[in-house]
C-alpha cells in the first residue's frame, strides 16, 4: 500500500484541530462570561472535577466519587499546574494515540491520502465528533483503549510465524495485553464488555500465527494465552473493587448500585432504541432530524460497508464491525440514552471513537463497486453498483406506524397506593408506548426534568427508569421505556406542567415497524 504521506501528518493535524476546537469550544470554562464555569457547570464534569480535586487532596469521602476513578485520577496529575483544564493533556494525548492508531490500521486497506481524507471529514472537520473529544468525558479513556486493543491485535497478527517466543512468553504478553484493556474497568465498565470481542480475536490471531505448529502445540500456546488474558483483565477488576470498599465500603457500591437503580437496562427494547437511534428520533421521541443518518447520510454507506466486510474482510475489518455494533448493543438498551439527549446533551460522545472506522468502511465498499477497468468488466460493475444501491433503498424504507385511540381523562380520586391529585387515566384494555396529553404545557426544562410521577396497577413507576415525559407540540408525551398492558393509571405532572384553559384530552398509543417511500431523512 502506497504511503507517501507521512503519519506525523496526521498527529500535527490532530494537534492542531484539537487545540482550535479547544480554546474555541462555547462552553470552554471562561469563555463565556454570563456562565464563566463553562463545561464544568455540566453535571457529568462538574462531577469528574469534584473528583479530581478530592483525588488530589486524597479525600476519599464517597461523596465526592461517583463516577469511577481512573479519568479524575489522571486528571490529579494536572490539576496543581492547571487546575481549571486538568483534562487538556488527558484528552489531548488520547485523540493523538486514537489517531495514530487509525492511520496505521488504515494503512492495511487505503493510500494515506485516503485515510487522511476519511479522517479529516469524519472526525477533524465533524465539529460535533471533534467537540466530544474536547469536552471531558470519561470515553476519552474508551477511544485510547480500543486503540490500544486494535493496535496490538494489528502487531500480534504482524508477527505471525515469524515471532517464535514460547507459550510463556507468549501468556505473559496476553496478560500485559489485558491489564492495559482492563483500564476499561476503571474508567467505563460497561465499555469493557467489549473484551468479548477483542479477547477471541487476540486468541484467534494467536492461534493463526502458529499454523505451522503441530494441533496440540497450538492448543497449549492457546490455553496459555487465555491464561494470560484472564489473569490481566482480573488487574482492572480487582482494583475498581478495592477502590469501591474503600470509598463505599462495599466492593459493588458507588456507580454500580446507582446505574442499575437510576437508568434502567432494557434488552427487550433493542432493536426498537437502535432504530430510533440510528434511523428515526422523530416519530416516537418527538426529537426530529435526531437520528445518526439524519445528521450524517454517508453512514448508509457504512452499514452496508459493515455488511460487506464482515462477509468479505480480513479479521481485523471483522474485529472492527463486531467491536461497533457490540457498543451500540450495549448502550441501547439503557432507559437513559434517547435520540433527545444525543446530541442535545453530547450522548454521541458514546459512539465517537467509531465515526473514522465508519468512513473507512464506507469508502471500502463504495471502492469495491469500482475496482478494476469499468470498460473491461461493465457488466460487474453494473451488478455491484446494483447490489449497493439495492441495500441503500433497503436501508431506508422501514419506519415507525403509529396506531392511536382515545381515552378518558378525569381528575383522580383516591384509591389505595395512589394519589388523590393528579390525572386518571381510563381505555381500552392494551398495550400502550405512549400517551399524548393535548391541553398540557410546560418549558422544555420543566417538562423533560420535572418530577412527574406515573402509577401504573397500584405501584408507582420511576421517571426515566420506566418512563419519560417529553414536549410535543399539542402538549406533553408520556413515553415508556418499555410497552405496558392495561386499562388505566394515574399521572400527576410536575412543577410548571399544567393544563389550558381549553382542557385536557389524551391519545393511547403503540409503534411498530412498516416498510414506506425510501426516504433519507425519516424525522
Known amino acids: 500500500m502506497a504511503r507517501k504521506l507521512p503519519i506525523w501528518v496526521f ?37 469528574y472535577l469534584k473528583a479530581t480535586k478530592a483525588f488530589f487532596s486524597l479525600n476519599f469521602d464517597p461523596a465526592n466519587h461517583r463516577y469511577p476513578p481512573l479519568y479524575p485520577l489522571v486528571g490529579a496529575i494536572f490539576y496543581k499546574w492547571w487546575p481549571n483544564h486538568p483534562y487538556f493533556f488527558v484528552n489531548g494525548a488520547a485523540l493523538l494515540w486514537f489517531v495514530f492508531v487509525y492511520a496505521r490500521i488504515a494503512d492495511r486497506y487505503v493510500p494515506r491520502m485516503v485515510s487522511f481524507a476519511l479522517l479529516t471529514l469524519s472526525l477533524f472537520c465533524n465539529r460535533e465528533i471533534l467537540a466530544n473529544f474536547v469536552v471531558p468525558w470519561t470515553t476519552a479513556v474508551t477511544a485510547a483503549v480500543y486503540a490500544f486493543a486494535l493496535y496490538g491485535l494489528m502487531k500480534l497478527s504482524d508477527a505471525g510465524e515469524a515471532d517464535n517466543k514460547h507459550d510463556g512468553q507468549r501468556a505473559w504478553m496476553a496478560f500485559v495485553y489485558a491489564a492495559v484493556v482492563s483500564l476499561l474497568v476503571l474508567a467505563r465498565p460497561i465499555d469493557s464488555a467489549l473484551v468479548a470481542v477483542f479477547f477471541p480475536a487476540y486468541l484467534y490471531v494467536g492461534y493463526r500465527g502458529a499454523s505451522g505448529a503441530p494441533l496440540k502445540q497450538r492448543l497449549r500456546r492457546i490455553a496459555f494465552m487465555a491464561v494470560g488474558l484472564g489473569l490481566g483483565f482480573s488487574i482492572g477488576i480487582l482494583l475498581y473493587l478495592i477502590f469501591n470498599q474503600i470509598v463505599y465500603g462495599a466492593f459493588l457500591g458507588g456507580y454500580f448500585q446507582a446505574t442499575a437503580s437510576a437508568s434502567g437496562y432494557f434488552p427487550s427494547q433493542l432493536f426498537r432504541k437502535i432504530f430510533s437511534l440510528v434511523f428515526d428520533g422523530g416519530t416516537v421521541f418527538l426529537e426530529q432530524r435526531s437520528g445518526l443518518i439524519s445528521h450524517y447520510p454517508w453512514l448508509v454507506f457504512s452499514i452496508l460497508g459493515m455488511c460487506w466486510c464482515f462477509f468479505r474482510g480480513d479479521w481485523l475489518l471483522r474485529t472492527i464491525v463486531l467491536a461497533i455494533v457490540f457498543q451500540f448493543c450495549l448502550y441501547a438498551p439503557y432507559g437513559d440514552l434517547l435520540p433527545n439527549g444525543l446530541w442535545r446533551y453530547h450522548n454521541v460522545h458514546y459512539f465517537k471513537w467509531a465515526f473514522p472506522y465508519l468512513a473507512l468502511l464506507a469508502w471500502l465498499v463504495v471502492s469495491w463497486v469500482f475496482a478494476g477497468s469499468w470498460t473491461a468488466n461493465a457488466k460487474k460493475w453494473m451488478l455491484k453498483s446494483g447490489i449497493v444501491a439495492a441495500g441503500a433503498v433497503l436501508l431506508l424504507m422501514p419506519r415507525y406506524e403509529v396506531h392511536s385511540a382515545p381515552g378518558d381523562i378525569q381528575l383522580a380520586s383516591a384509591s389505595p397506593g395512589t394519589p388523590d391529585a393528579g390525572f386518571q387515566l381510563r381505555f381500552a384494555p392494551s398495550r400502550i408506548d405512549f400517551i399524548d396529553f393535548s391541553g398540557l404545557s410546560g418549558g422544555f426544562t420543566e417538562v423533560y426534568f420535572g418530577e412527574h410521577r406515573v402509577w401504573y396497577d397500584g405501584k408507582e413507576l420511576q421517571k426515566v427508569r420506566d418512563f419519560r415525559l417529553l414536549p410535543a407540540p399539542w402538549g406533553v408525551r408520556l413515553l415508556f421505556n418499555r410497552p405496558i398492558n392495561t386499562d388505566q393509571l394515574v399521572f ?32
Open 11 to 47: 498527529i500535527a493535524t490532530a494537534l492542531v484541530f484539537y487545540l482550535g476546537a479547544y480554546l474555541q469550544y462555547p462552553a470552554l470554562p471562561g469563555n463565556n462570561l454570563t456562565y464563566p464555569e463553562g463545561w464544568w457547570g455540566w453535571f457529568d464534569q462538574g462531577e
Open 492 to 523: 400527576v405532572p410536575g412543577a410548571g406542567v399544567t393544563a389550558g384553559t381549553g382542557g385536557v384530552s389524551i391519545k393511547i398509543s403503540s409503534y411498530a415497524f412498516h416498510l414506506g417511500r425510501p426516504r433519507l431523512f425519516h424525522d
